[in-house]
């Protein structure tokens, strides 16, 4: 290989190392959004769940409201 192919070579290898680092970064970006959308999702069934158990522990003792 001739030494003038280097630079070409090593400016392309620089450029997909740099479109790599990029994209990885937006796919966690991405990956952490669903998690906490997830998670506040799981919050908020949870807290459903309790004021569904408190509904039932009413209906169950025979005093509602």
């Given at each position: 290989?001739?030494?003038?192919?280097?630079?070409?070579?090593?400016?392309?290898?620089?450029?997909?190392?740099?479109?790599?680092?990029?994209?990885?970064?937006?796919?966690?970006?991405?990956?952490?959004?669903?998690?906490?959308?997830?998670?506040?999702?799981?919050?908020?069934?949870?807290?459903?769940?309790?004021?569904?158990?408190?509904?039932?522990?009413?209906v169950?003792?025979?005093?509602?409201g």
């Amino acid at each position: 290989m001739e030494p003038g192919i280097f630079v070409p070579l090593g400016c392309f290898a620089m450029v997909v190392l740099i479109v790599a680092i990029t994209s990885m970064s937006k796919m966690r970006d991405r990956e952490m959004d669903v998690h906490r959308y997830l998670y506040e999702q799981e919050m908020e069934h949870q807290r459903k769940m309790k004021e569904l158990d408190i509904q039932l522990a009413q209906v169950r003792s025979g005093t509602r409201g």
